[in-house]
């Protein structure tokens, strides 16, 4: 999210939703994929909040595979 997040803001005049359309086709398929397809995100925010959310559940999920 942090590498999209810097191109995107290197881009003059970009418009969200084209921004978020092709996030969702560069990541791989996963549930954070499904979520976002079955309940695209409002905007930016929304977009970078629900990232965050699944990233901590994997995190979570990994650390507990190892413990």
Request: net charge positive; proline share 3%.
């Amino acid at each position: 999210m942090g590498r999209f997040s810097k191109v995107c803001m290197g881009i003059i005049n970009l418009m969200p939703e084209i921004a978020m359309h092709h996030l969702v086709g560069a990541i791989r398929a996963d549930k954070f994929t499904e979520s976002l397809i079955k309940r695209p995100a409002k905007d930016m925010d929304e977009l970078r909040t629900r990232a965050t959310k699944f990233m901590q559940i994997e995190e979570r999920v990994d650390y507990h595979k190892v413990h």
